[in-house]
């Protein structure tokens, strides 16, 4: 059972280029999400999609891009890294029932230099 | 809208002794409230989870949390730490009037567990 399975597990951009993250379950779930983690605020949420073909600007949108390519797959996008952009990033999928629990993948360690 | 505050940063106890990790929440609504553990360069991975059925909720490892509508508090307890329970804790709340189905997360605690 795979899961949340995010590509890629490390990468090291330089300020100004661009990459897109990938993320895919197989849970059958309705809604997915994407967060960074940073040393001692948790984990803060970017962007989420309550549902094929809906996405929503989370807590720190800034300079990041998502798209809901299917009911399975939620990819992030950074158009133009930049430092601040360090950070872990989990993905993660729901069913639509505030009482389900969270799945996560194993994260992304993105460093910008 | 909703929030957590996890109250201390860091805890750290011995190996055999109690552990308590505390969480407060806020939300609008009857919430869901979760705990999840993250061990070091790992994912995250539920411990345990209340919604609205009993208000002491058995999670895996030994973990136990009661939650207190009064004290809109929702602390994580073990009677006896393992040198294995070191890692990062974070307590999480989804308010199911939030839109999209949000979990929110608080800042975590890392517990450190000594000899």
């Known amino acids: 059972n795979a899961g949340v399975t995010q590509t890629p597990k490390f990468q090291v951009l330089k300020t100004g280029q661009s990459m897109t993250l990938q993320c895919a379950q197989d849970m059958n779930h309705n809604s997915m999400y994407w967060y960074r983690q940073d040393p001692g605020m948790g984990l803060r949420l970017i962007y989420y999609s309550a549902s094929e073909g809906t996405t929503d600007k989370g807590e720190v949108p800034n300079g990041y891009n998502v798209s809901r390519l299917n009911k399975r797959e939620f990819s992030l996008r950074l158009e133009s890294a930049a430092p601040s952009q360090t950070s872990v990033y989990f993905c993660?999928?729901?069913?639509?029932?505030?009482?389900?629990?969270?799945?996560f993948g194993q994260g992304t360690r993105l460093t910008v230099v | 809208a909703q929030s957590v505050t996890q109250l201390d940063s860091h805890v750290s106890v011995s190996e055999g002794t109690p552990v308590l990790l505390r969480c407060n929440y806020s939300s609008s609504y009857s919430p869901s409230l979760f705990w999840y553990v993250q061990h070091p360069n790992k994912g995250l991975q539920l411990l345990l989870k209340?919604?609205?059925?009993?208000?002491l909720v058995k999670g895996i490892n030994g973990f136990e949390a009661e939650f207190k509508k009064s004290e809109t508090s929702f602390h994580l307890t073990k009677p006896s730490a393992h040198m294995s329970d070191a890692a990062e804790y974070f307590c999480?709340?989804?308010?199911?009037?939030?839109?999209?189905?949000?979990?929110?997360f608080g800042g975590g605690t890392r517990l450190m567990v000594k000899p």
């Open positions: 993660a999928s729901r069913k639509p029932t505030g009482s389900s629990e969270a799945f």
């Open positions: 209340y919604t609205s059925a009993a208000t």
């Open positions: 999480v709340v989804s308010d199911p009037l939030n839109a999209g189905n949000m979990l929110t």
